[in-house]
């Protein structure tokens, strides 16, 4: 198997963590998207990261597809629960971090235009939509170490992703201060070699 990723995607970062925890070996492929040759567009018509392309040519996406994949090719460190009820609340989780990474990409690419071409309104709109969702996120953890039933899963890995996406690109918010359970995750999250040897490159 090999993963079609860009070292700062918080998504390929999720995906890339999750086969860490899972000890499943994957060949990593760095892409530039922006390059003519870039091989991601053969193996997904979205031209989006990451993909995982499967030993028989066959490439799956997006993030929440892969996971799903690596969590089911072995029994161990399940990421996503059996249980059904325990399973929707780490889905949830996880929903509501990829909608803040959406959201945080949509800034990022408004600001890099040129200033005269950037609609205020629209950072205003994405932004409003990062802090509310990390005020959420933040009042539901509340004290808890992890975020669903006291226990590591894909819930913990999609708010870390986003996490560390935000602390790479927003410096301007100050998790210790406004969210601090939210914080105090992270904090917890950084100790694992999973987190470490994933983070993103200033840049």
């Known amino acids: 198997m090999k993963l079609l990723y860009t070292v700062n995607s918080p998504y390929a970062r999720k995906v890339r963590i999750a086969a860490i925890e899972k000890h499943i070996d994957i060949a990593l492929e760095e892409v530039v998207l922006a390059?003519?040759?870039?091989p991601v567009k053969q193996y997904n018509p979205l031209g989006k990261v990451p993909v995982l392309v499967l030993s028989d040519g066959d490439s799956l996406y997006d993030s929440r597809v892969?996971?799903?994949?690596?969590?089911?090719?072995?029994?161990l460190a399940h990421l996503i629960p059996a249980?059904?009820?325990?399973k929707i609340a780490v889905r949830r989780w996880e929903a509501l971090a990829d909608g803040v990474c959406d959201a945080a990409v949509a800034v990022i690419l408004e600001q890099r235009k040129p200033?005269?071409?950037?609609?205020?309104?629209?950072?205003a709109k994405h932004m409003e939509k990062v802090t509310r969702v990390l005020a959420v996120l933040n009042l539901d953890l509340t004290k808890k170490k992890w975020c669903v039933n006291g226990v590591f899963s894909l819930a913990d890995i999609a708010v870390g992703c986003v996490l560390?996406?935000?602390e790479l690109?927003?410096?301007h918010i100050d998790l210790a201060s406004e969210y601090p359970?939210?914080?105090?995750?992270?904090?917890?999250?950084?100790?694992r070699d999973s987190f470490k040897t994933t983070m993103p490159v200033a840049g």
């Open 35 to 38: 390059s003519p040759d870039c």
């Open 66 to 75: 892969i996971v799903e994949y690596l969590d089911n090719r072995t029994p």
């Open 83 to 86: 249980d059904n009820g325990s």
């Open 115 to 123: 200033t005269e071409l950037q609609d205020a309104a629209n950072i």
């Open 164 to 166: 560390g996406y935000l």
């Open 169 to 171: 690109r927003f410096k």
């Open 181 to 191: 359970n939210l914080s105090a995750l992270y904090t917890e999250l950084m100790k």
